[in-house]
């Protein structure tokens, strides 16, 4: 039996299995809705809140610093206490934090819907991954973390064309109202079809000892690879999506924000379909190594083209156009929305070396990394784009996956591709 194959899986079909696995995979859509709502609505909410854009995003910088400072307490949660009273209680704090944001009158009640939504959201992915940790072998894992991580991304197409109607027609509260409903039927969705179960391989160390547990493993040699390449993976495709994609169509590409959401959402399809087709390539090829530090590789060259791509710059003067089209953005950002789908890769490699009584810690050490590297490409971008514009935003963040893959190369020289 290649699918329920743990003590854990005792009582639980594979059925219910599944569907509990997708009402905690709506977590995770609900989690990268609400991220990237300032990616279509930014200049509204600046206006909004007296601000600048530039001022502005690097408010929101808060929510990937809270997400993933959060990893720790609930990683030791989730192998303390079991997925499911972690899931409903951040799915509470979800909506409730949802509500302020959707009522924030100015940047300090906004820093505070961001913060609050950073902690509620931060085991949306956690949770389902957890569970698929604990209940499936490592071949089933490897496809289902990224049929996980392909249904949480939905949230980002959510957030894309739909969402930019919304904006223009009822304004950007209307996104987080919207955002909370959603809420409300994931956490009664998670209560249905989530089962009772005592926590895993608990122990009797405290939640102290559980939270260094989390941080040990996330230094220990063999994850550290792993760790450097996480912080500057997921944060390269969220802040192009998350932040400054928008941007970049409207104010380089003169895109309307409706043009610019439609072609975010063809990102946003490319980052849907391609984690489960590198979960599947990976099932059947293998060669984990390879992949993970080729297609980063990849989506650091293209960056590079896209930021070339700008008025004035190499590929516009070496073709003689005064900007490239709008069609070349989005050949290049489809490209970049597949290769940088190798997240489930890091997961499945990070899951074959701990065992099943840290799977929780040793994941959420990952996706600490993940949220820390996004924080700190969030805050940094801020100020590159305000110094230097937006190519350079590109070629900042190309810059930091050429370090990531390097350091991933050096530490896991001697694991097998």
């Known amino acids: ?100 944001s959707a009522l924030a009158t100015g940047p300090a009640s906004f820093v505070l819907g961001q913060l609050m939504l950073g902690i509620a959201t931060s085991g949306m992915l956690m949770c389902p991954m957890t569970l698929a940790a604990k209940q499936m072998s490592a071949a089933k894992f490897g496809l289902w973390s990224g049929l996980i991580l392909s249904i949480g991304n939905i949230g980002m197409l959510l957030s894309a064309s739909p969402l930019a109607f919304v904006v223009d027609q009822f304004g950007w509260r209307a996104g987080f109202w919207g955002s909370a409903g959603f809420g409300i039927v994931v956490l009664i969705a998670v209560f249905a079809l989530v089962p009772r179960q005592p926590a895993a391989h608990a122990d ?135 290769a940088t789908s190798a997240q489930p890769l890091i997961y499945g490699m990070t899951r074959q070396l701990v065992d099943a009584q840290n799977t929780g810690k040793a994941l959420s050490s990952i996706n600490l990394a993940f949220f820390l590297g996004a924080a700190l490409l969030q805050f940094s971008t801020a100020g590159v784009a305000a110094l230097f514009g937006l190519p350079a935003v590109l070629l900042f963040i190309a810059g930091a996956l050429a370090i990531g893959i390097v350091l991933f190369l050096i530490y896991t020289r001697a694991a097998t591709a």
């Open 1 to 100: 039996m290649d699918g329920v194959v743990t003590k854990e899986a005792a009582g639980i079909g594979f059925r219910a299995l599944v569907l509990a696995l997708l009402a905690l995979a709506c977590g995770h859509m609900l989690s990268t809705l609400l991220r990237t709502i300032p990616a279509i609505s930014l200049d509204l909410m600046a206006r909004d809140f007296g601000t600048s854009p530039q001022a502005l995003a690097s408010l929101t910088s808060i929510y990937h610093f809270s997400f993933a400072a959060s990893q720790i307490p609930v990683g030791a949660a989730m192998d303390r206490f079991g997925v499911r009273p972690v899931s409903l209680s951040l799915l509470g704090g979800t909506v409730v934090g949802t509500v302020v």
């Open 204 to 338: 009797d160390s405290s939640p102290l000892q559980q939270m260094a547990e989390v941080l040990r493993l996330g230094l220990s040699r063999g994850l550290r690879g792993l760790i450097a390449l996480s912080l500057v993976s997921l944060g390269a495709s969220l802040v192009l999506r998350g932040l400054w994609g928008g941007p970049w169509l409207m104010d380089m590409k003169g895109l309307s924000r409706i043009e610019a959401g439609n072609v975010l959402g063809l990102f946003t399809l490319a980052m849907i379909i391609g984690p489960a087709c590198i979960g599947a390539i990976d099932r059947r090829f293998g060669h984990r190594r390879t992949m993970v530090a080729s297609t980063h590789a990849v989506a650091a060259l293209l960056l590079v083209l896209m930021a070339a791509g700008a008025p004035h710059l190499a590929v516009s003067n070496l073709l003689g156009v005064a900007v490239m089209p709008v069609r070349y953005d989005l050949v290049l950002l489809i490209l970049i929305g597949f």
